[in-house]
Structures are given as C-alpha cells and as structure tokens.
C-alpha cells in the first residue's frame, strides 16, 4: 500500500523559501504512469494545484505559481520536494503531497495527511 | 485558469439523494472525461470518490455516482448517511498538463 509523508518546517519568514519534501513508501516513485505533486490548502478555503513531476524529471506549474516553485525528485531516496521562493502571508496554507494517477484522468488516488505551513515573522 | 464553479453548500436529510454541480468551461470539464470528486472530512486529506467522470474506485460506496453534461459535471450521493457529511471537491484536467479545482462544497447531512 503506498504512502506519502510530508516533512518540513512548519514556520517560514517572509521573503524566505518554503522547502517540503514528501518521502513515498510501500512503492517505488519510479512506477510509470504517475506524476508525484503538490496541493495546498489555504485556511478554510479550496483546493489549489501547485504542480508535479514525473519520475524522470519532467516537471509542470501551476500557471499563476511557476515564477517562484521548483518540484524536484529524488529517486534513490524515493522522494519528492517543494520549494516556493519568496513568499508571504499568503503562502500560508495546509500543503498537500498527492499521486497523480495519469492514466485515471489526473485523478489524485493517493494524498499525504497534510503539513500546515505558517508565513510569519 | 479560473478555478470550477461549485454551490458553496448543499444538504439532504438521511436516505434522500442529493447532487453537487461543478461548472467549468469546454477547456477543461467540457474539454475532456477527467473529471474527479473528492471527498474532506474536517481536519483530513482530501480522499478520491470519483474519477473520469464516473469511476469509482474500489471501496467507494455504489451510493457515490458520477456524471457530466456539457460543461458540467455533478456529483451525486444517494441514500444519504451521516458519515457523508463533508466538503466535497471537484477536479479537472484543463489541458497543457494543468489541473484546476472547484472551490468546494459543504454538504449537510439534516
């Protein structure tokens, strides 16, 4: 059964760059057909897509978000991370890691619990 | 890339039906069959109820049914239960390998 794991600092300054990683078990992150991606939640509010990669490298953004992220794999770690430069308060949200099954329609079949990242001071 | 259109709230009372509408364009619901539902419990990840409009996958209750007309696509839960009580949220491709969601449904169980 797989299963994902967010890790990361839970409290990020202004300015700074926020940096997850979501370490993936019970299946090799290498398994074709998924891309491996980042979903936030902002408090009390919907579901936004940040982006994903494939096993081989191959990354795609979110549109409104590309000009600060970076997803990146770490294959013999079994590993995928986040990084979001330059953000403010409203980067402050629940960060999600999710399997995208491409062959099921960019369905999200798998999802980490979840990391609450803080943007303070 | 606007965000699917979805009523902010929706209810039932136990062992009625009722259906979550999400709205989009012909670039993504209308565009393609990869519509997927989404079910949030408070304080929980999101867990997938339906996928390509209408797949359900394993251990998903027959009660959760998928559909799509056009440009939107709904989601329906018959025979109602208290445990269905949940925000639930709709997804789909939107091509150029881009994703869009709707902003989420808080369904009530009476």
């Known amino acids: 059964q797989v299963q994902l794991q967010e890790s990361g600092p839970g409290l990020v300054k202004p300015s700074q760059t926020l940096s997850l990683t979501c370490t993936v078990s019970?299946?090799?992150?290498?398994?074709?057909?998924?891309?491996w991606s980042w979903i936030r939640q902002h408090p009390g509010k919907g579901l936004e897509w940040i982006g994903y990669?494939?096993?081989?490298?191959?990354?795609y953004y979110n549109p409104s978000l590309k000009s600060r992220v970076t997803i990146s794999v770490d294959t013999s770690k079994n590993q995928f991370s986040l990084k979001l430069s330059s953000v403010t308060a409203a980067d402050t949200a629940v960060y999600y890691c999710a399997r995208d099954n491409r062959p099921a329609g960019d369905a999200f079949d798998i999802w980490g619990q979840g990391t609450m990242v803080t943007v303070s001071s | 890339q606007s965000a699917l259109t979805q009523p902010p709230s929706a209810s039932g009372s136990p062992g009625q039906s009722v259906t979550i509408s999400c709205t989009g364009t012909s670039s993504d619901v209308g565009g393609y069959n990869y519509v997927s539902w989404y079910q949030q419990h408070p304080g929980k990840a999101p867990k997938l109820m339906i996928y390509e409009v209408s797949k359900r996958p394993s251990g998903v209750p027959d009660r959760f049914s998928g559909s799509k007309s056009g440009n939107t696509a709904s989601l329906t839960v018959s025979g109602l239960q208290a445990e269905d009580e949940a925000d639930y949220y709709c997804?789909?491709?939107?091509?150029?390998?881009?994703?869009?969601f709707g902003g989420g449904t808080k369904l009530t169980v009476l």
């Open positions: 997804s789909s491709y939107a091509g150029s390998t881009y994703v869009v």
């Open positions: 990669i494939y096993y081989s490298g191959s990354t």
């Open positions: 019970g299946g090799s992150i290498s398994s074709g057909g998924y891309y």
